[in-house]
């Protein structure tokens, strides 16, 4: 697969931005005031690395946390424990001086802080929106009390005193600071930025869109949630344990959740999900009071009106506005995929051979208080077979589906697929072991492009590991390679592949669901549940429809089609199962149901009759 040639402008801008990368590292060679390089841009720096750990959890999971001062504070004070000297802190209350050297030290500050974030992310599990953001001030305000009451371990308000960085006897508490902070910021980006690109990245969002979703294309929502709240405490820590150098002391004011609110100010200010934005946000927050000092007074008040005005006339911050006035600065290359590349690689099924009854649901009852949706319903999905679900609204249709995908726990019965008793497994893990799924409300990942959205659903079938990912390793590369193509088949087999790069948002309703039908297909499922997938279409779309789906099932697998269109049901399906008030009234071949008294009954009342 070849990517987009760079045209001579963007060639020039990555020239540009390359040389803009590097001027930093010449600063401490020729800038003289020590004000603006080591303490301003220095500040610019720490603070910004923060503002990314920030994105990690508010741009890309979707949470907000205003709590991220406390993984700061954490970072710093552990930092401060751990490197500072007794001589440093002569006459303090402090008991502990471990005097470590300055790495070793940077190293456990951030191992620590990932396990304050790994215990900060737990809450986000169980809840989300103010919610979680006042579990997180709360848990901002725990920390900060503890480092301003344990005398003994922090020098309580006087706060610790750091020895000079020296490294082989050169000191870094000027601008060579630059030397020692910049570096990690690149360092952090390049990761963030290789984590966005990869499978992670697109977890992360799918998770932010739709948990239920997500959780529906294998991706296990407790495993990315706590990885994000663990890698986002990690930078949280690195940015603090580098602060202690800044100003060689830390006080424990500098960590109340004003500093909270002006990080998570910076980032919406910036732009969530841009490196750009991350920097031009907290550079701001940063340089303003500094240009205006009468503003430092009211720097909070002015932020917040700045904020409200981001978020009234720039939703995407400021990145969106030069997103938007300057695409090509922005571009993200497109992938292009030619005959050749397509030729290499198929996407193949995984028949359902072993034997086993796809789905064997034996008297499952699914109650709701004292509504009984699902009564005693006891039905079959063999292998290569179309099995139609149908019944009036509110018959119990979709909650068998929530049933067996593992978004509803049966009250009583048992839910067989493959063979096993899968009713004590969590959604993700009955994805992962080849239960797909669309939504009778469509749930696609509207900001990922038509591409990336099936990707999200080839989730499962990646295989590089976290670390690989983050380093950006050529193998990653290869396989991202190999996965936009298998996706890209996918979206041929649906008609879709056209507006590959499209965002998912921008379909049209037709073509959302087949786009979900194609992310349903990439976790290669050895049984598709189909939840009124011809909704809302066009004769013709349902008749293109009843294509796919019969292809679907001679690619071998389980199909379980729930439909109000009477014309597709009995058109393509080999057996079907009628249910009425959450009992199954009849079951059998489509023409027997159809003429079912009890059928035509539920469906027009005992005088009419059901036209095929
Ligand atoms: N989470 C829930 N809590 C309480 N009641 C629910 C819940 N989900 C479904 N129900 C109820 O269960 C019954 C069956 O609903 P369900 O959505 O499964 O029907 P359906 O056959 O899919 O209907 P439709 O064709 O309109 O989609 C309805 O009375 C519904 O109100």
């Keep these: 697969m070849k990517k987009a040639e760079l045209t001579g402008t963007q060639r020039t801008i990555k020239i540009l931005q390359l040389l803009l990368i590097l001027v930093p590292f010449t600063l401490p060679l020729w800038a003289s005031s020590e004000y603006y390089v080591h303490s301003i841009l220095g500040r610019i720096f720490i603070y910004t690395i923060l503002v990314v750990s920030l994105d990690l959890v508010v741009g890309y999971i979707g949470d907000i946390s205003i709590g991220h001062a406390g993984l700061f504070a954490v970072g710093a004070y552990t930092m401060g424990i751990l490197n500072s000297t007794a001589a440093a802190n002569a006459g303090s209350t402090m008991h502990i001086f471990l005097e470590w050297p300055f790495l070793p030290s940077l190293i456990v500050a951030v191992i620590v802080t990932g396990f304050f974030g790994f215990l900060l992310g737990f809450p986000s599990l169980r809840t989300s929106g103010p919610y979680l953001?006042?579990?997180?001030?709360?848990?901002?305000?725990?920390?900060?009390?503890?480092?301003?009451?344990?005398?003994?371990?922090?020098?309580?308000?006087?706060?610790?005193?750091?020895?000079?960085?020296?490294f082989f006897g050169i000191g870094f508490n000027d601008n060579k600071f630059i030397w020692i902070v910049y570096p990690f910021l690149l360092l952090v980006m390049y990761f963030k930025s290789n984590l966005s690109k990869s499978f992670w990245g697109r977890a992360f969002e799918a998770i932010k869109f739709s948990n239920i979703a997500a959780e529906s294309s294998g991706i296990s929502k407790v495993r990315f949630k706590l990885t994000a709240f663990i890698m986002s405490a990690c930078i949280a820590g690195l940015a603090g344990a580098l602060f202690t150098h800044l100003d060689s002391y830390i006080a424990p004011n500098?960590?109340?959740?004003?500093?909270?609110?002006?990080?998570?100010?910076?980032?919406?200010?910036?732009?969530?999900?841009?490196?750009?934005?991350?920097?031009?946000?907290?550079?701001?927050?940063?340089?303003?009071?500094?240009?205006?000092?009468w503003f430092?007074?009211?720097?909070?008040?002015?932020?917040?009106?700045?904020?409200?005005?981001?978020?009234?006339?720039?939703?995407n911050g400021l990145a969106g506005l030069f997103r938007k006035h300057f695409p090509k600065l922005f571009e993200k290359p497109k992938p292009i995929f030619t005959a050749s590349d397509r030729s290499k690689i198929e996407f193949k099924m995984e028949e359902c051979k072993d034997g086993h009854t796809p789905l064997d649901l034996?008297?499952?009852?699914?109650?709701?208080?004292?509504?009984?949706?699902?009564?005693?319903?006891?039905?079959?999905?063999?292998?290569?077979?179309?099995?139609?679900?149908?019944?009036?609204?509110?018959?119990?249709?979709?909650?068998?589906?929530?049933?067996?995908?593992?978004?509803?726990?049966?009250?009583?019965?048992?839910?067989?697929?493959?063979?096993?008793?899968?009713?004590?497994?969590?959604?993700?893990?009955?994805?992962?072991?080849?239960?797909a799924r669309t939504f009778q409300n469509l749930q696609l990942f509207g900001d990922l492009t038509v591409l990336e959205n099936v990707q999200v659903g080839l989730h499962k079938h990646y295989k590089s590991s976290f670390f690989a990912v983050l380093l950006g390793l050529p193998s990653v590369g290869r396989e991202e390679k190999e996965k936009q193509i298998e996706a890209y088949r996918l979206l041929e087999f649906v008609g879709l592949e056209t507006l590959a790069n499209e965002q998912a948002k921008n379909l049209a309703y037709g073509q959302s669901r087949r786009l979900e039908i194609a992310r349903a297909m990439a976790l290669k499922p050895k049984l598709i549940l189909l939840d009124e997938p011809a909704a809302g279409l066009t004769t013709l779309e349902i008749n293109e429809f009843n294509q796919i789906i019969l292809k679907i099932k001679s690619a071998g697998i389980a199909v379980l089609l729930i439909e109000h269109h009477m014309d597709m049901m009995m058109k393509i399906s080999d057996e079907i199962t009628v249910l009425d008030f959450g009992k199954k009234i009849a079951e059998g071949k489509p023409r027997d149901v159809q003429a079912n008294p009890e059928v035509v009954k539920a469906y027009l009342g005992a005088?009419?009759?059901i036209n095929a």
Aim: proline share 4%; no cysteine; hydrophobic share 45%.
């Design 133 to 166: 953001a006042v579990t997180t001030i709360a848990y901002g305000l725990i920390i900060y009390t503890f480092i301003n009451e344990q005398e003994g371990l922090t020098n309580g308000t006087k706060g610790i005193q750091m020895a000079p960085l020296n």
């Design 254 to 293: 500098t960590f109340s959740m004003d500093f909270s609110v002006l990080a998570l100010m910076a980032l919406i200010f910036g732009g969530v999900r841009s490196t750009f934005g991350n920097i031009i946000g907290m550079a701001l927050v940063v340089i303003l009071p500094d240009l205006f000092t």
């Design 362 to 435: 034996d008297q499952v009852e699914m109650r709701f208080g004292g509504l009984v949706a699902v009564n005693k319903l006891s039905l079959k999905v063999l292998p290569g077979t179309i099995h139609g679900l149908m019944g009036p609204n509110g018959s119990g249709k979709s909650t068998t589906v929530n049933v067996i995908t593992g978004l509803y726990n049966q009250t009583t019965g048992v839910v067989n697929a493959f063979g096993k008793s899968i009713g004590k497994l969590k959604p993700h893990e009955r994805a992962q072991m080849g239960i």
């Design 607 to 609: 005088e009419g009759a």
């Design 296 to 315: 430092k007074d009211y720097r909070l008040m002015v932020f917040g009106i700045l904020l409200l005005l981001t978020l009234f006339f720039l939703p």
